[in-house]
């Protein structure tokens, strides 16, 4: 790999192999135009290089056609890479249905991964062949871009707010994670790798325990591989969110139930409708009084500063688990969703 | 003095009509750059606006809706006492001009003074953002927003109030001394182009900031 | 036509500093211009010696990453805002356009002074920024990380940006007055040289959007200084809001660097071919459909932020809109040469090098407009390598192209043609080695702002660096020939180049007041003469 002069990643994922193509039409259409106009200019230039004696150059003032022709064609093609690169983005937009969530948190200067089934990486994503991954991310502090060239993937990880991209890996691997927007004084050693497995191997070193950190040293005391969900449980029970949030909560309830909640439309005090989705639940617990509910008084106290962004993904996997009985949770969080005290995150 | 029949013609210049039409077109261009100036204050305020409707109309209820609206009916008047010096120089009233210009001042510093009389107290009721800010209603976080940017627009509008209320006391000094005349009254009629921006900054803050919520 | 050195001209008719620092001559201006930016390119350069150096090895070990830091961002701050936006406009713009329309001077002569003290002013904070202690925000000053992170100089920087700014309003309001208002009789809108309409278009932008970036720095001065909380989300506020006030000046301001520059080609391809320009209207209000579409594309910048899918579908499509008129451009300029009669003196060099290379910059500018290739190259070096060819590809080129091909008329001097051929030559070679390899680097991943890199991005870095060494020589020559010229060189008559042109009606150097009777215009653009029905000028070796 070193012996040469690399010209392009490696293709390690369903829509690298789209994205390169494009990349190569381009390049012919450069090369077409490129190769072109440096052929005219160095043409004209010797064929009609001045000589004593020449006659004198004619007044061309230009040719309607040529300027028509020169203008709509090269719209026409512009016109058409736009359509390509916009299906890609498409694609690229939205995640399949059946994608695995891995949550992200970028900081200065790492990357805090976290998988539903509990174990955490730091500056490591280890993810099966085949499968969706959907990444949800934030940035605890400035703004991050999470890059994987391999994958042609790459998305802003912005403080306040999630973002989400997915890839689907094709290639067992180790491929470069970069950090893709300047971020202070480690941005260039913000970086890590991407490990694609088999998925037999993935499912292994699922169950095994600790957070893994890069170069596969032991694993970190103390932390067991706790489902987000989980740890969540744990949270809403330290913080006394259950003093106020009950599961069947009577007339005189301080706060909504939050069973069933995540998905669902809300009105709020000043009768808008927005959906409880991941942003929504993470705002109201940093600002509750942003878009509060109606029918309530305004007495949650905000929890910014008391909580970190993971332990803010924790509670919000914890809320989405709460579905009402009957509902089938999804993986990772049945534990929690039987109510069964979990240890310490 | 002499009154000037002809206008000293810089040197650049054809005639004193092409001067004219160039410091004309000059003051306008430089009021379009304005009001792109102010133009980004406005979209961070449209869009803070709209994602904060709760915090936003909480805030502006602690704004002074009777000084602001006092404040505008000032500047309106001054906006009409400057059409009427930029009149009377027309006219070559030099008298009328210089009085015009100093109502003109003396409202602009009317304006002035009720928004600092504002500024103090919204100091004192804790208002101002920054590590003092203190506020009762919902969404604190994004009320304080609300300020900055009430702090900023103001704050901008009424840096161009004093430059401006400069600008006319120039103006008031050489009016006096009867550097215009019917032949030549360009800095009358610029400067009063750049006082009418200036109020209709106003006409849009007021509403805006103001008047949200209250129907 | 006047003929010969002017007995008095405007160098010479009063002496004394005095006599220049408080000059309203536009073309004193103009060289005072010419040697703040120099001053200041030199000085970016010096940053991009440090970035180049860094970046032989994969490992940190020249300087470190702090240091790195504000290495590129200095860099960007002063090639941007202090070279490559007022370069043309502020040197050869402040020079010709009131001599291209018959005008002895622009319409605000005092605000054009005040307009070069701004800059110096702006300079000054942005140097004593530097000088103590830097900036290390990227150019771009990103928030939260420029309003609440960083611990370097952001508050001086932004000052000095916000000031500078105001020389490019200035500027541009009193080119707009100008041409307008101050044209020769029978100088009408279509018989313009077509460097006068690439600076209405250029001065148009500079109007409508440098406000902008004045009130955004100015926000991120407020927020830092105050803690109050407009860009960072930690206190309400939003961080992509900042880009998009940014980045809306910011990418029109990639067209007030190289519209100046094409106007310049224009002038330049024309004399060289002895030929009107094939398609004067048609470049003429390309001139003007850039400066418009350049208004509607910045989210292009922003795919990746986290703007909705829709947003990003508009922006692109407009960004491929945009490079049509450019590409109109180089097809009719390309076009000029056929059956012209062509020479290649250094200026026609450096115009020809920026028609390859500003093609191959907005070539690239495709793929970056392309959504789904847009996600894999943002934030890499294929990003920088697009914008140095198009910046310093094309921008620079002209820029130089230009300075060579007015010198004469400036100062009365010829330069020495075979230093400067080669020089010209010295640049493309060197240019080309630097940053065809980024593209290269870019798809492979490397990201920008990284010190430090996976080894297998050494090869090209290495060539990227040696290319810049070779540049940086090519660079030096310029500065050493033109400088030596004005004492030693023969000196230069009205129209060394038989052009076309009210400029080179005039003496070289032209006296103050530039036309002694106000010309009067009766012909098209471009009307040259047989060269045969012209007696040859004595071409001084």
């Known amino acids: 790999m070193h012996s040469k002069i690399p010209l392009f990643p490696e293709q390690a994922s369903t829509l690298a192999a789209q994205v390169d193509l494009l990349y190569f039409f381009l390049i012919g259409v450069s090369l077409f135009f490129g190769v072109l106009i440096a052929t005219l200019l160095v043409t004209f230039a010797i064929r009609y290089r001045r000589r004593v004696g020449d006659p004198v150059p004619p007044a061309i003032e230009g040719f309607l056609a040529l300027e028509l022709l020169w203008t709509v064609i090269p719209f026409g093609l512009a016109m058409m890479i736009f359509f390509w690169g916009a299906v890609i983005y498409f694609e690229m937009a939205r995640p399949p249905d059946n994608a695995h969530e891995v949550f992200v948190v970028g900081k200065q200067w790492m990357w805090k991964l976290q998988h539903l089934e509990g174990r955490r990486e730091i500056n490591e994503l280890h993810v099966p062949i085949g499968q969706p991954i959907k990444l949800t991310m934030t940035s605890e502090d400035v703004i991050h871009s999470f890059y994987v060239p391999a994958f042609r993937m790459k998305a802003d990880v912005l403080p306040g707010r999630y973002t989400t991209t997915w890839f689907e890996a094709t290639k067992v691997g180790e491929y470069h994670l970069f950090c893709a927007e300047y971020c202070g004084t480690s941005h260039a050693g913000m970086i890590g790798r991407i490990v694609v497995m088999e998925p037999a191997e993935y499912q292994a070193w699922l169950s095994e325990s600790g957070p893994t950190v890069p170069g596969g040293a032991a694993p970190v005391a103390g932390t067991a591989g706790v489902p987000p969900a989980e740890a969540g449980l744990a949270l809403f029970q330290q913080f006394s969110c259950v003093a106020c949030h009950q599961d069947k909560p009577t007339p005189a309830a301080v706060g909504p139930s939050l069973v069933g909640l995540f998905g669902k439309q809300v009105t709020l005090q000043d009768g808008r409708q927005v959906v409880a989705d991941d942003a929504y639940l993470r705002e109201s617990i940093l600002d509750p009084t942003a878009k509060m509910v109606s029918g309530y008084l305004p007495v949650m106290p905000t929890f910014q500063g008391q909580l970190d962004e993971e332990q803010i993904r924790q509670l919000i996997q914890y809320i989405k688990s709460l579905k009402p009985a009957g509902e089938t949770a999804s993986p990772g969080v049945a534990a929690a969703a039987s109510g069964a005290p979990a240890g310490a995150s | 003095m002499r009154e000037l029949t002809t206008p000293y013609v810089a040197h650049q210049f054809d005639d004193a009509d092409q001067q004219h039409e160039a410091s004309a077109l000059g003051m306008w261009l430089f009021l379009i750059t304005e009001i792109m100036f102010f133009g980004g204050l406005f979209t961070a305020y449209v869009v803070y606006r709209s994602a904060f409707p709760a915090a936003f109309h909480a805030a502006s209820k602690e704004l002074d809706i009777g000084l602001g609206a006092f404040n505008t009916v000032v500047l309106l008047t001054s906006s009409l006492t400057m059409a009427l010096s930029v009149r009377a120089a027309q006219i070559g009233k030099r008298g009328m001009l210089v009085v015009c210009l100093l109502l003109t001042i003396a409202l602009g510093l009317t304006f002035l003074g009720v928004k600092a009389y504002e500024y103090q107290h919204k100091w004192h009721e804790h208002l101002v953002p920054g590590p003092y800010f203190l506020f009762h209603g919902p969404d604190p976080t994004n009320a304080q927003l609300f300020f900055s940017l009430y702090f900023a627009m103001t704050g901008l509008h009424a840096l161009h109030m004093i430059i401006g209320v400069g600008l006319l006391g120039v103006l008031t000094v050489r009016g006096a001394q009867g550097m215009f005349s019917r032949f030549y009254y360009t800095p009358v009629e610029l400067s009063g182009l750049y006082w009418h921006f200036v109020d209709l900054v106003w006409i849009f803050l007021f509403p805006l900031l103001y008047l949200l919520g209250r129907h | ?541």
């Open chain 3, 1 to 541: 036509m006047a003929t010969g050195v002017a007995e008095t001209n405007y160098l010479n008719e009063s002496y004394g500093v005095r006599s220049w620092l408080l000059t309203r001559d536009h073309k004193r201006i103009a060289l005072l211009y010419l040697i703040s930016v120099t001053v200041f390119f030199f000085l970016g350069s010096l940053f991009a010696i440090g970035i180049r150096l860094e970046l032989l090895t994969p490992t940190g070990d020249v300087v470190q990453a702090d240091t790195y830091n504000k290495l590129f961002t200095m860099h960007g701050v002063i090639m941007v805002f202090f070279f490559l936006i007022p370069s043309i406009p502020a040197v050869l713009g402040n020079f010709l356009v009131p001599m291209m329309i018959g005008a002895k001077d622009l319409a605000f002569p005092r605000l054009n002074l005040l307009s070069w003290y701004i800059y110096m002013i702006g300079g000054t904070f942005t140097l004593w920024a530097v000088a103590t202690g830097g900036v290390d925000t990227g150019w771009t000053f990103y928030t939260p990380y420029s309003s609440t992170y960083s611990n370097t100089n952001v508050i001086a920087t932004a000052l000095g940006v916000f000031i500078t700014g105001f020389s490019s309003i200035l500027t541009g309001l009193n080119f707009i007055v100008t041409i307008h208002r101050m044209r020769a009789p029978g100088l009408t809108w279509f018989r313009l040289p077509l460097f006068i309409w690439a600076h209405y278009a250029t001065s148009i932008i500079m109007v409508l959007g440098t406000p902008v970036i004045a009130i955004t720095v100015l926000l991120v001065g407020i927020e830092r200084a105050f803690r109050i909380g407009i860009f960072d989300p930690a206190l309400g506020g939003d961080p992509v809001l900042f880009q998009h006030l940014f980045w809306f000046y910011s990418h029109p301001a990639v067209y007030i660097m190289i519209l100046p520059s094409m106007g310049v080609v224009s002038e330049i391809i024309t004399c060289f071919s002895r030929k009107g320009i094939f398609g004067y209207p048609f470049i003429a209000m390309s001139s003007l459909a850039i400066a418009l579409l350049g208004f509607l594309v910045w989210g292009h910048h922003m795919f990746l932020s986290s703007q909705s899918v829709y947003a990003a579908l508009i922006f692109s499509i407009l960004s491929f809109a945009v490079a049509i008129p450019s590409a109109v451009k180089v097809f009719n300029w390309t076009a000029t040469l056929y059956r012209g009669s062509v020479s290649f003196e250094a200026p026609m060099i450096y115009a020809m090098g920026f028609i390859g290379l500003f093609t191959i910059g907005g070539l690239t500018g495709l793929f970056l407009a392309s959504l789904g290739l847009d996600v894999h190259v943002h934030d890499t070096y294929f990003v920088v390598a697009h914008f140095h060819y198009i910046m310093v590809g094309g921008a620079l080129m002209g820029y130089l192209g230009g300075l060579h091909f007015w010198w004469p008329k400036m100062t009365g001097r010829m330069y020495p043609e075979t230093w400067a051929r080669m020089a010209a030559v010295v640049v493309f070679i060197g240019f080309n080695l630097t940053f065809f390899p980024q593209f290269v680097l870019g798809y492979l991943g490397m990201p920008r702002r990284y010190h430090v890199y996976p080894e297998e991005f050494q090869v090209l870095n290495v060539m990227s660096t040696a290319g810049a060494s070779i540049l940086g020589f090519g660079y030096l020559l310029p500065l050493a020939y033109l400088v030596w010229s004005l004492r030693y060189a023969p000196h230069a008559h009205a129209n060394p180049w038989r052009a076309w042109g009210l400029e080179w009606t005039t003496p070289s150097p032209p006296p103050t007041e530039n036309f002694a009777v106000t010309p009067v215009v009766t012909e098209d653009a471009y009307a040259y003469a047989p060269h045969d029905a012209v007696p040859e000028e004595p071409q001084v070796a």
